[in-house]
T-cell receptor, first 111, second 115 residues
Framework: GESVGLHLPTLSVQEGDNSIINCAYS??????FIWYKQESGKGPQFIID?????DKRQGQRVTVLLNKTVKHLSLQIAATQPGDSAVYFC??????????FGQGTELSVKP | KAGVTQTPRYLIKTRGQQVTLSCSPI?????VSWYQQTPGQGLQFLFE???????NKGNFPGRFSGRQFSNSRSEMNVSTLELGDSALYLC??????????????FGQGTRLTVV
């Protein structure tokens, strides 16, 4: 069945370093991808999205890379800060309104 | 612009009871989706409504149902509650124009505990 997976359940980085969170998806028809950040006790917060006609998109301190050949996307966070500590989810969609989520990667930032 | 509002934030119910959760989307958004989040299963899609019509449905039993009103507010209902229904229920709002995927923004969720 359709699935979205993450390579690592946890990631620990030093404050100021760059973080890379990876995600693999299975549905080659997926044409839209979103990264979310979820802090404890809160709903997922939209970070950045990318459509399948792009291979890279940049936001403020974040970059998403999409490799459709191997069905892989990654989220890069530059100069990671303690406030970036959270669980990060990738989600993909090939149908309006339905997102398929990965299991999440917990990012811990050490001061 | 106000974000997505879910009520109530917390709920405790007994097995066998039913529950109704409410979601008010971002003003102007016509698509509302519901998700269940549990530690074991992660975030799972329940259903999506657009302009008062269910447009998409996940793999949940018929005890889970929903509806959307003309002002785009949505409710979901769970009947005959089971212990396994304990979860964080999340609502997401998007403009949902046509079938093109657009940014989806989540509310804070309703934490349901079934005892």
């Amino acid at each position: 069945g359709e699935s979205v997976g993450l390579h690592l359940p946890t990631l620990s980085v030093q404050e100021g370093d760059n973080s890379i969170i990876n995600c693999a998806y299975s549905n080659s028809a997926s044409d839209y991808f979103i990264w979310y950040k979820q802090e404890s006790g809160k709903g997922p917060q939209f970070i950045i999205d990318i459509r399948s006609n792009m291979d890279k998109r940049q936001g403020q301190r974040v970059t998403v890379l999409l490799n459709k050949t191997v069905k892989h996307l990654s989220l890069q966070i530059a100069a990671t800060q303690p406030g970036d500590s959270a669980v990060y989810f990738c989600a993909d969609s090939n149908q309006g309104g339905k997102l398929i989520f990965g299991q999440g990667t917990e990012l811990s930032v050490k001061p | 612009k106000a974000g997505v509002t879910q009520t109530p934030r917390y709920l405790i119910k007994t097995r066998g009871q039913q529950v109704t959760l409410s979601c008010s989307p971002i003003s102007g958004h016509r698509s509302v989706s519901w998700y269940q989040q549990t530690p074991g299963q992660g975030l799972q899609f329940l259903f999506e409504y657009f302009s008062e019509t269910q447009r998409n449905k996940g793999n949940f039993p018929g005890r889970f149902s929903g509806r959307q009103f003309s002002n785009s507010r949505s409710e979901m209902n769970v009947s005959t509650l089971e212990l396994g229904d304990s979860a964080l229920y999340l609502c997401a709002s998007s403009s949902g124009q046509g079938l093109m995927n657009t940014e989806a923004f989540f509310g804070q969720g309703t934490r349901l505990t079934v005892v």
